[in-house]
């Protein structure tokens, strides 16, 4: 299929396109370059062999993709556009929803004046809000979410079914993505934030390299194992290949399928330090910290729905994921500008 990548440079979109390419598909990745740059998708290129097809444009800017979508014959999209920062959205709640919102918008409208109805939808575990039920499938309630980044996917979800609903041509995959961590493991690709990182494994691999003194653990008095939070981290190729297979969904004509992308397993903070440590020959010195606001016990999931529907299971384990991070932060301290 040739596909539209919206947020094409970005973390997960990267490793997605070198999924894509092995598959046989073709792509043009679209990015503003708020949260990436381009970089990412020269190191692509060098993974994949040929160049990547890229085109800097905003996805609200509805002339942009109007072109986009002259241009190109697109058989589906992915949509990974979006500012995706917990603690961000809650300081600059109207830049959330107006990017996030705003984007799907002018995307879809541009979809459905081209004739283009497969989409792919990037969305979160944290839909599920404080889960009712562990492990989560897909058939659990959505929760309450307590920021205005998680509101816009859970909004987004709303949208994309009630579209699809109008008209069932469209064919919409969600895709509820757990912790997605680790890199290629060329090194060349990987996670880059900017400033100080937010997400655990970032954090640990920049403390691992000497670039954060120590990691703060977010609260050890919660009802878990250990007192430290449980999540279901998974491989970001694992994660990239669940794209793929989610497109045999729109072959099919699937109508609306949401899937969990995660591996099924729950690790604690201590224990993803454990394990880095133990993989890489490293030390990450810790401290704990008071609980980070918002912040649950255990979330990790039931992700049978996609291995049955789609044929997708998760091939990495903990100790990959924590060894590709190494490999990518070690060989690129400074991220892609380093
Ligand atoms: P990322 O920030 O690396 O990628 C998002 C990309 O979208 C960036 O390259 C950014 O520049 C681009 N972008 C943002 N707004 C844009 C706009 N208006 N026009 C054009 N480009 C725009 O983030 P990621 O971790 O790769 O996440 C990809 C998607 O998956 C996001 O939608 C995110 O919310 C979702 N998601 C991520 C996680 C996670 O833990 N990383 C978990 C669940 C869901
Ligand atoms: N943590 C620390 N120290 C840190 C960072 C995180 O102890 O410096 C802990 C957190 O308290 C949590 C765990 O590590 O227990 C994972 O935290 P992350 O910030 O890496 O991930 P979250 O589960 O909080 O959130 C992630 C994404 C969200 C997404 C959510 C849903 O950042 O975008 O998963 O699955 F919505």
Redesign the pocket.
């Known amino acids: 299929m040739n596909i539209a990548v ?9 490793h997605t396109i070198v999924e894509l390419d092995k598959a046989g598909h073709s792509v043009v990745a ?7 740059c381009e970089e ?1 998708l020269r190191r692509v290129s060098k993974i994949i062999g040929k160049e990547v097809p890229f085109v800097r ?5 509805a002339v942009a993709m109007e072109s986009l979508f002259k241009q190109n014959k697109f058989d589906a999209c992915i ?6 920062a917990v603690g961000e959205s809650v300081e600059k709640p109207l830049e959330y929803y107006e ?2 919102m ?2 799907t918008f002018v995307l879809l409208n541009a979809m459905r004046n081209n004739g283009v109805k497969n989409i792919i939808f ?5 839909v599920y809000g404080n889960p009712a039920e562990i492990p989560i499938t897909e058939n659990c309630p959505k929760g309450a979410i307590t920021n205005p ?1 998680g509101q816009t ?1 859970s909004m987004l979800e709303q949208v994309l079914m009630d579209l699809q609903k109008s008209d069932p041509e469209w064919n919409v995959v969600l895709l ?5 961590i680790g890199a290629h493991p060329s090194g060349l690709i990987g ?2 934030p900017n400033g100080i990182p937010n ?1 655990l494994m970032p954090y640990i691999s920049q403390t691992a390299v000497g670039i954060r003194k120590e990691l703060g653990v977010f609260g050890n008095d919660y009802d878990t194992p250990d007192g430290t939070g449980v999540r279901d981290y998974i491989h970001v190729c694992d994660l990239a290949a669940g794209h793929v297979s989610a497109l045999k969904a729109i072959e099919r004509n699937c109508g609306l399928a949401i899937y969990n992308l995660g591996t099924g397993h729950g690790y604690s903070v201590l224990d993803v330090v454990n394990a880095f440590e133990r993989v890489n020959g490293v030390k990450v010195p810790y401290s704990i910290k008071p609980r980070r606001a918002g912040d649950i016990a255990t979330c990790y999931c039931n992700p049978e729905k996609a291995y049955k529907e789609l044929g997708w299971k998760a091939q990495f384990g903990i100790e990959e994921m924590c060894r590709d991070a190494w490999n990518w932060q070690k060989n690129n301290p400074k991220g892609y500008r380093g």
């Open positions: 919206l947020g094409g440079a970005g973390y997960i979109a990267s679209v990015d503003n370059l708020v949260n990436s990412s444009a905003d996805v609200r800017d949509h990974f556009a979006g500012l995706k990017n996030n705003n984007a990037s969305s979160s575990a944290t980044y996917k509820r993505y757990f912790n997605p996670e880059d997400n």
